[in-house]
């Protein structure tokens, strides 16, 4: 931490406060799916709320993934996160035991 600071005085010093302060890049905005692709998503959360769905998916961002929001759509009304989607339904089934083992075992798949 203290490295840190010290390399954050350096960068100040070099390119004055105009450039500060520094803060993280913002958070990419997460895609929303709201209507049917035919993709197979995996799901690894669901939400009552937008605002729910999209903060969990921001902070799968921060950790390198590329989440995608699945809108409700009748009879649910379940904003659903997915972190991968496939073509094939079998291949989204494959991968399947994978993001358990990362995400837990609620992940299920969506073909929507």
Do not use: C
């Not at 209507?35 to 969990?56: H, L, M, N």
């Amino acid at each position: 931490m203290a490295q840190a600071r010290e390399n954050l005085q350096g960068l100040q010093a070099a390119f004055g406060d105009e450039a500060w302060p520094l803060r993280y890049p913002p958070a990419s905005p997460v895609r929303v799916v709201s209507e049917p692709t035919g993709a197979t998503y995996i799901i690894v959360a669901s939400f009552p709320t937008e605002d729910s769905a999209i903060e969990f998916a921001r902070n799968l961002t921060t950790e390198g993934e590329q989440p995608v929001i699945i809108a409700p759509y009748l009879p649910s009304n379940r904003h659903r996160v997915a972190i991968a989607n496939f073509e094939s339904f079998s291949n989204a089934e494959e991968s399947l035991s994978r993001y358990k083992r990362v995400y837990g075992e609620d992940v299920w798949l969506l073909r929507y």
